[in-house]
């Protein structure tokens, strides 16, 4: 069985900063990409950023040049650095991550969310 354990919400005021950690656990051949989402309170999960195993990341149009996904592929960790928070950017945030078992079946888990809020 594979979990995601997320780590590192709370509340901020304007232009502060946060770091997110999720960490993969249990039996499992490798993770390949993954990914940080967030849901708005009354909205649709939506991509944040997302990276892949070889490093190439991706970030939506709102969080460029604030946000920085990175990953530790030995710990099976992804981070989120979030600079420059603004009142928008709040909502739970979860972790996804594209998982190999056995060596050749991918799934898709999710961790549990971290709310993030950003308010003066």
């Known amino acids: 069985q594979v979990q995601l354990v997320e780590s590192g919400g709370g509340s901020v005021q304007p232009g502060g900063s946060l770091r997110l950690s999720c960490a993969a656990s249990?039996?499992?051949?490798?993770?390949?990409?993954m990914a940080w989402y967030r849901q708005a309170p009354g909205k649709q999960r939506e991509l944040v950023a997302a990276?892949?195993?070889?490093?190439?990341?991706n970030y939506a149009d709102s969080e460029k040049g604030r946000f920085t996904i990175s990953r530790d592929n030995a710990k099976n960790t992804v981070y989120l650095q979030m600079n420059s928070l603004k009142p928008e950017d709040t909502g739970v945030y979860y972790c996804?991550?594209?998982?190999?078992?056995?060596?050749?079946?991918?799934?898709?888990?999710w961790g549990q969310g971290t709310q993030v809020t950003v308010s003066s």
């Open positions: 996804n991550a594209a998982v190999v078992v056995r060596s050749i079946y991918e799934y898709s888990y």
């Open positions: 249990g039996i499992f051949s490798k993770v390949n990409g």
């Open positions: 990276i892949s195993s070889g490093g190439t990341t």
